[in-house]
Structures are given as C-alpha cells and as structure tokens.
C-alpha cells in the first residue's frame, strides 16, 4: 500500500492510496521539505529547504541548495530513485527546485519542480 501525501481521507472514509509512481514523487517532497532532526528516528533525513524561506536568495545559496539535495537525496532515495537531473535556480525572490528521476522499481520517469519564494 502506497499511502497519498498529504494524509487524507478517500471517497471511502480509508486512508488515501496512490500509484508507485506518485507515491516515489511525494517521498521526494517530504524529503526536500523535511528538516535534518526533525524525525525522531531518522535525525539525518531531510534537506532544511524551509529553513531557508528568510534567506537572501542568491546563485551561493542555490549552489548550497543543489549540493545539499544531491547528497539527500542519493543517500535517502538511491535505492527507489535515479537521479537523472537536479538544478536549483535562484530568479529574484524566488528559489526553484527541479528534478529528474527515473523511478528504479518500473524504469518510469519522472519530474517534479518545487518552488520556493521568500526574501530577496
């Protein structure tokens, strides 16, 4: 069973599922958007992008960004995911995550673009 995230109900009054697919791209954003010691058992997992939403945005920080989410996610999700593409973009007040994947457990593809906006 793939549980959907957010958590929510179905039509049904059940927990909501979700294909493979979608359930490995949701994985990537509780990956991205979880930060490092926030899970009890897992104190190494996440990447701490929310704990950049008031900081300046420039290219160093994207660069930072891109290096972090590299590592997090080759060492968190290597063995459900390849990581085809990852780039971080830094435009005016807004920071940009863009990834791509092929998703290991059917050879699919897969893509998924995070955006983050905050202080520039």
């Known amino acids: 069973m793939n549980i959907d995230f957010p958590w929510h109900y179905d039509s049904r009054g059940r927990t909501a599922e979700t294909d493979y697919e979608e359930h490995v791209r949701d994985l990537l954003e509780l990956l991205i958007f979880t930060d490092p010691g926030e899970r009890v058992n897992r104190p190494g ?51 940009q995550v863009e990834v791509q994947y092929v998703v290991l457990g059917s050879g699919n593809p897969g893509a998924a673009v995070f955006p983050r906006e905050g202080a520039a």
């Open 45 to 95: 997992f996440g990447c701490g992008l929310r704990q950049l939403v008031f900081a300046p945005n420039s290219p160093e920080l994207a660069a930072a960004l891109q290096f972090t989410l590299e590592a997090a996610v080759l060492r968190e999700l290597g063995d459900i995911l390849s990581l085809e593409s990852l780039q971080v973009r830094s435009e005016d007040a807004a920071l």
